[in-house]
């Protein structure tokens, strides 16, 4: 089952579309960092999971760890009120109870995970470090959590010690079993926290050795083994998941692989379609631990889908001399007495260009604000666009891909746009040349520049602008000012560069209103 990888954008868009309709919460954001191991932040809404390709296993083994990682993680948003550091005893075995009761709480509703926790079960086994390499009293921590997990034990452990653990599991599973009767939540399982320690006899800040899941070299298993270590776990869990799993049908993961297909599907047609960026000297922006909630401004938005909401339904009454049907108040205050309905549809095809020379650093996020808006509502009426950015790089200009006409407008997209830093001047004429294999082949109505800066090379901007024209283009400005009169001065000066069309503003808000009035309705 190896096939084509999904990258790490793909697999952001998929994880936190996934996440939040396991966790019903549409706040969530997903970041992939190697720098430590998965987790939820409860208060910053924010889910941080190990890269894909540290996971061991095929590509499709990669994938199903990978889901199953978000649905341990959804669930913990959904029912857990604290999630405390696993560096202690007393918040390893906290988090390591409660992720018992989520699995239970959240196995109610997604009766399909069953296959799937076992086969993550299996390799969380399989990673867990043998017992005689923990040291001191983390060793008996460690023996409770294979046992209170798995059901079984990676080596031996004194006997004496072993009662303890036997003792403290079934005390375990009576408080997940209680709270869950009992519809108990996190703090009342934190009050019996304690009950364990003690059993334990260990101290509750013992400190507790890193154990990263699935992250260990030379692991992968031969089908045969894992098929062996799968009838282990299935067996031990058949208990607490109160039915019998066929072994065989876990490896298999059919009901996972045709999602997974899909997914693959999907990639490949977004990866083939249209020309290469790499290859004309367009880059895709990074979309590393970038939060762009940070640029996302609710109340605008809403706003503006709201003005034009009309445009989204494609009809607008309007009143004729002649019509559909007769309006008495309108043929009283002596207006056009008639009114109909007429279909409204937005054909115009607009490539949207983001001037991020170092002028605009200092307002920067509101920028970026306005034009997230501006893309929100494009979407949200169903209009074809693309939106580049330029910017400085190691003292080289770069022209960034932030979407691509054939994409749609989402959280990836406004990551994109989240990453760029605004820096360098404003060549201009060098990023036309850039984009003019892609436009040239794409053909759309109208490329619109938003700048707030006079071009490097002026000459070199216009006979831009004459070749775009040829390509039956229109080419539009909006000059972005601190002021009104700087604003319209930059349009003014705009204009002599060869735009058919060039607008001011010097309110930043104001930008989604000025783009969306040049649309052919």
Not at 133 to 152: C, D, L, P
Request: with cysteine; glycine share 4%.
């Amino acid at each position: 089952m190896q096939a084509i990888q999904l990258q790490n954008d793909s697999l952001v868009e998929i994880a936190t579309f996934l996440v939040r309709r396991w966790s019903e919460n549409e706040n969530i954001i997903v970041e992939i960092s190697d720098k430590s191991e998965t987790k939820t932040r409860l208060k910053e809404n924010k889910i941080i999971i190990t890269p894909i390709e540290k996971i061991i296993g095929n590509d499709f083994q990669k994938y199903r760890h990978f889901r199953t990682s978000l649905w341990y993680e959804s669930m913990r948003i959904k029912y857990c009120k604290k999630i405390l550091s696993n560096d202690h005893a007393f918040g390893f075995i906290l988090n390591t109870i409660e992720t018992q009761r989520i699995e239970k709480l959240g196995r109610k509703i997604w009766k399909g995970m069953d296959e799937e926790i076992i086969f993550n079960y299996t390799y969380m086994l399989i990673a867990r470090p043998q017992l005689h390499t923990v040291y001191g009293k983390a060793r008996i921590v460690e023996a409770f959590y294979q046992y209170f997990m798995f059901g079984a034990l990676k080596g031996e452990i004194q006997s004496s010690n072993f009662e303890k653990i036997q003792k403290a599991s079934i005390f375990a599973k009576s408080i997940v079993d209680q709270a869950i009767e009992k519809k108990q939540d996190t703090d009342w399982i934190e009050k019996n926290v304690g009950e364990i320690i003690k059993i334990l006899d260990i101290d509750s800040l013992l400190t507790i050795p890193i154990s990263l899941p699935f992250m260990k070299a030379g692991m992968a298993l031969s089908e045969e083994e894992l098929l062996k270590m799968l009838g282990v776990i299935s067996k031990n869990k058949e208990g607490d998941l109160g039915t019998t799993i066929d072994p065989k049908s876990v490896i298999r993961g059919e009901d996972v692989y045709d999602e997974y297909k899909v997914l693959l599907n999907e990639n490949e047609k977004t990866e083939n379609k249209g020309l290469a960026t790499e290859t004309i000297g367009i880059q895709i922006p990074s979309t590393r631990n970038v939060d762009e909630t940070t640029i996302y401004d609710t109340s605008l938005i809403n706003g503006l889908k709201t003005k034009f909401k009309e445009w989204k339904t494609g009809w607008k009454e309007q009143h004729l001399s002649s019509g559909d049907e007769f309006d008495e108040e309108n043929y009283i205050e002596g207006n056009e007495p008639f009114f109909t309905d007429i279909k409204k549809s937005i054909k115009t095809k607009i490539v949207i260009l983001l001037d991020h020379s170092s002028s605009i650093a200092s307002d920067a996020i509101e920028y970026k604000k306005a034009t997230l808006a501006l893309c929100e509502v494009l979407s949200f009426l169903k209009v074809k666009f693309a939106v580049y950015a330029f910017s400085t790089e190691n003292r080289s200009m770069v022209c960034w891909l932030i979407k691509s006409e054939n994409v749609k407008w989402n959280t990836i997209t406004a990551k994109r746009l989240t990453q760029i830093v605004a820096n360098g001047s404003t060549p201009l004429a060098e990023v036309y040349d850039k984009m003019f294999p892609i436009l040239q082949s794409k053909r759309p109505d109208i490329l619109l520049t938003l700048t707030d800066g006079e071009p490097s090379d002026p000459d070199a901007v216009r006979n831009m602008s004459k070749s775009f024209k040829n390509l039956e283009i229109s080419m539009v400005a909006l000059g972005l000012g601190p002021n009104t009169v700087r604003a319209t001065t930059i349009a003014n000066n705009l204009r002599h560069l060869g735009y058919e069309k060039t607008m001011a503003v010097s309110r930043l808000k104001d930008i989604p209103n000025k783009v969306i009035s040049i649309l052919d309705v």
